[in-house]
């Protein structure tokens, strides 16, 4: 079946812009999270989301990062103000149930964020 | 802060031979543990989860969890080319009920022919 796919694959701003990012998971998949993976580093995680259950917005670098998610589907990305230091590969994943032990995740191809 | 420890290496290893991949984490309540294969501009690939003591195999991958010393290791047998590429190890946030996963910087392989 198909994977979780992401849009743009890439994208190249200014400094100061907003960017929009988008996740569509795996099909039947209720948990959704977002990771970031800068430059020759392992992945940060920065939201997760699992049906209408309030999402973890734990990892969110700061108030201009922000996330929505319609139902047990789309999610988008939002990073308003863009700095340079936002520039990472964004990196979306879904899994079967997202509280449980068994919980393989799966990732996207992700969107490489330039700042200029 | 929780944390999972990984040599970055590169760690090179002759086509055919046995690659050993380590990685160390700090969360004792951690019950969940995955790697992932990460070639280069690409995204991680899930190749191994384990969630008990002791090993599980997978083809010509072995994981192998040591939940008392905190530590997960991953052979490859007979390494190809085709398995140079970074390891993630990843660790299940245990204080977590969202699933969220705590990554390694990565180990980088690098099979030589």
């Known amino acids: 079946g198909a994977g979780v796919s992401q849009s743009p694959s890439n994208k190249v701003t200014e400094k100061g812009k907003d960017v929009e990012l988008r996740c569509d998971p795996i099909?039947?998949?209720?948990?959704l999270y977002w990771y970031r993976q800068r430059l020759g580093q392992g992945l940060e995680f920065l939201i997760y989301?699992?049906?209408?259950?309030?999402?973890?917005k734990s990892g969110l670098p700061s108030d201009r990062f922000s996330a929505e998610r319609t139902g047990e589907s789309v999610s988008t990305l939002t990073i308003q103000r863009t700095q340079q230091e936002d520039s990472a590969v964004y990196l979306c994943?879904?899994?079967?149930?997202?509280?449980?032990?068994?919980?393989?995740?799966?990732f996207g191809p992700g969107t490489r964020l330039t700042v200029l | 802060q929780k944390e999972v420890e990984q040599n970055s290496g590169p760690l090179s290893v002759p086509e055919g031979a046995i690659a050993s991949l380590n990685c160390t984490y700090s969360?004792?309540?951690?019950?969940?543990f995955f790697w992932y294969r990460q070639y280069s501009g690409k995204s991680p690939e899930l190749i191994m989860s384990?969630?008990?003591?002791g090993d599980k195999e997978d083809g010509r991958f072995t994981a192998q969890l040591n939940k008392a010393s905190q530590y997960v290791s991953l052979l490859i047998r007979d390494s190809q080319p085709s398995d140079s590429a970074t390891y993630l190890c990843?660790?299940?946030?245990?204080?977590?009920?969202?699933?969220?996963?705590?990554f390694g910087q990565g180990t980088t392989l690098q099979v030589k022919p």
């Open positions: 994943a879904s899994s079967l149930i997202g509280g449980a032990s068994y919980n393989e995740q799966f």
């Open positions: 099909s039947g998949h209720t948990a």
């Open positions: 989301f699992q049906g209408n259950s309030a999402p973890d």
């Open positions: 969360d004792r309540g951690s019950q969940s």
């Open positions: 384990i969630y008990s003591n």
């Open positions: 990843a660790v299940k946030d245990g204080s977590s009920n969202t699933g969220k996963l705590i």
